[in-house]
T-cell receptor, first 114, second 112 residues
Framework: DTAVSQTPKYLVTQMGNDKSIKCEQN?????MYWYKQDSKKFLKIMFS???????INETVPNRFSPKSPDKAHLNLHINSLELGDSAVYFC?????????????FGPGTRLLVL | RKEVEQDPGPFNVPEGATVAFNCTYS??????FFWYRQDCRKEPKLLMS???SGNEDGRFTAQLNRASQYISLLIRDSKLSDSATYLC?????????????FGTGTQLKVEL
């Protein structure tokens, strides 16, 4: 069973387009995250949601809008895609406010903006 | 200055070698510490948590020095399958939840 899944796995699109990435976890966790890993492999948190409520927003352009329809799903919509948005986007989940708990990552979505 | 700093490597070592990775972090409010492993074109996966008293998991030993804000990972008897990028991670429980901050990673290549 896949614990954290993301779709699509690969996404190639033109500048200016709008695209969405979906994430689902079946671990029963309360908290979900979006991370961006750039070309230099640096992994940085973008957003965190707890039980459908936004709790972390790390200075991300407002072209990026996360949406959590329920605590098992966290989607990421990106408007007006730019070249610099090309990266790997990872979804993750963890139990809420358990600092000793690690986070479990999805397989990543490789986004290439042309 | 990055919040979590690591030597990027690559570390090229022969099979059977012992290799050590170091990491420093700047946020003294950090509460939990981890080493993650990331294989090429894969997601990060937890390798082990790091405790103040030091902890061992098979060939892997992790150490934490809170006073120096320094974390280490020692791999003994390296295997080809240990080749990966090792990410030092610190965690802080903020009002917004459990926030992980990743280092840039240290690349390890174990060779025959």
């Amino acid at each position: 069973d896949t614990a954290v899944s993301q779709t699509p796995k690969y996404l190639v699109t033109q500048m200016g387009n709008d695209k969405s990435i979906k994430c689902e976890q079946n671990l029963g966790h309360d908290t979900m995250y979006w991370y961006k890993q750039d070309s230099k492999k640096f992994l940085k948190i973008m957003f965190s949601y707890n039980n459908k409520e936004l709790i972390i927003n790390e200075t991300v352009p407002n072209r990026f809008s996360p949406k959590s329809p329920d605590k098992a799903h966290l989607n990421l919509h990106i408007n007006s895609l730019e070249l610099g948005d090309s990266a790997v986007y990872f979804c993750a989940s963890s139990p809420y406010r358990q600092v000793q708990e690690t986070q479990y990552f999805g397989p990543g979505t490789r986004l290439l903006v042309l | 200055r990055k919040e979590v700093e690591q030597d990027p490597g690559p570390f090229n070592v022969p099979e059977g070698a012992t290799v050590a990775f170091n990491c420093t972090y700047s946020n003294s409010a950090s509460q939990s510490f981890f080493w993650y492993r990331q294989d090429c074109r894969k997601e990060p996966k937890l390798l082990m948590s790091v405790y103040s008293s030091g902890n061992e998991d098979g060939r892997f030993t992790a150490q934490l020095n809170r006073a120096s804000q320094y974390i280490s990972l020692l791999i003994r008897d390296s295997k080809l399958s240990d080749s990966a990028t090792y990410l030092c991670v610190v965690s802080e429980l903020t009002g917004g939840g459990n926030k992980l901050t990743f280092g840039t990673g240290t690349q390890l290549k174990v060779e025959l």
